[in-house]
Every structure is written in C-alpha cells, then in structure tokens.
C-alpha cells in the first residue's frame, strides 16, 4: 500500500523558513522521481519543485526557485522541502507525490506564512 505522510508545516512570519518531510512507504522509493505540490485556497494544484530518483537532477516552479530546495535520502524513504524566505503567497497545503504513483497523495501539511 503506498503511503506519503508529509509533515512540518506550521505558521511562519514573512522572510522565514521551514523544512518540510515527506516518509514514503508501500513502494521502491529509490526508484520514483518525487515532486512536492501545493494547493492554495480556491486554487488548482501546482508543482513546487521536483527531483530524480537519485536526486542529482531537480527542478522547480517559477514562483518558487532561488528560495525552496527540493532534497531526498533514499536511504530514509524520506523527500524533503527546504523553503527559505516565504512570502504570504506561499501559504499552501503542501504535498508529496511519487512519479509512478501520480493517483497517491497524503494528507498534506499546512503552511501558512503570515504576520
């Protein structure tokens, strides 16, 4: 059974940072690109950044690069969301998803970037 648990979300001040966890399971994680997504209130599902399956090769939203860094540990089954200088409009519930597994989401996590 695949299994994406993301976790770290939280409320944040402008300008600050969070990393954010994804733990996989149910599936070879090793050999699926990952990709962190995130929805907006009243908005569609956007790609946030995505990795290879080794992790050599990443790439990233227009919104979103020069401030996030997408990174995995193959070896923890883990994804992770390294963002730095959020703004309001990053306030999102952000989501892992695997290449193979595009019908698989987890809960989500919260991050709401607010004074």
């Known amino acids: 059974q695949v299994l994406l648990v993301e976790s770290g979300g939280g409320l944040v001040q402008p300008g600050g940072s969070l990393r954010l966890s994804c733990a996989a399971s149910?599936?070879?994680?090793?050999?699926?690109?990952m990709s962190w997504y995130r929805q907006a209130p009243g908005k569609e599902r956007e790609l946030v950044a995505g990795?290879?399956?080794?992790?050599?090769?990443?790439n990233y939203g227009p919104s979103v690069k020069g401030r996030f860094t997408i990174s995995r540990d193959n070896a923890k089954n883990t994804v992770y969301l390294q963002m730095n200088s959020l703004k309001p409009e990053d306030t999102a519930v952000y989501y892992c998803?695997?290449?193979?597994?595009?019908?698989?989401w987890g809960q989500g996590t919260q991050v709401t970037v607010s004074s």
């Open positions: 149910g599936f070879t994680f090793s050999s699926n690109a």
């Open positions: 998803n695997a290449n193979k597994y595009r019908g698989y």
């Open positions: 990795i290879n399956s080794a992790g050599g090769i990443k």
